[in-house]
Nanobody, 115 residues
């Protein structure tokens, strides 16, 4: 059984940085796309950034330039480097991995940006 395990969340001051990691455990291959989503209290889950198997990236709105998504295919891990964090970035962050016949989500990691 495949599990996605996120880490790296926490409390950070405005302007600070965090690096999220998401590693897939279990037998998984042929990951077409990896992504990070977030959900703030009272809001819908939204895409933050995604990366394909060919390393093409897609960022939503204000995250481009502040956030960087990357992946390590050898370890089935996806990363999200977040810089210049703002209070409005506070949310639970989820990773996602999609293949031809699967769609896995992580359990989420809390990111809180506050002074």
């Amino acid at each position: 059984q495949v599990r996605l395990v996120e880490s790296g969340g926490g409390l950070v001051q405005p302007g600070g940085s965090l690096r999220l990691s998401c590693a897939a455990s279990g037998s998984i291959s042929g990951i077409n796309a990896m992504g990070w989503y977030r959900q703030a209290p009272g809001k819908q889950r939204e895409l933050v950034a995604a990366i394909t198997s060919g390393n093409s990236t897609n960022y939503q709105n204000s995250r481009k330039g502040r956030f960087t998504i990357s992946r390590d295919n050898a370890s089935n891990t996806v990363y999200l480097q977040m810089n210049s964090l703002r209070p409005e970035d506070t949310a639970v962050y989820y990773c996602r991995m999609i293949g031809s016949d699967y769609d896995y989500w992580g359990q989420g990691t809390q990111v809180t940006v506050s002074s």
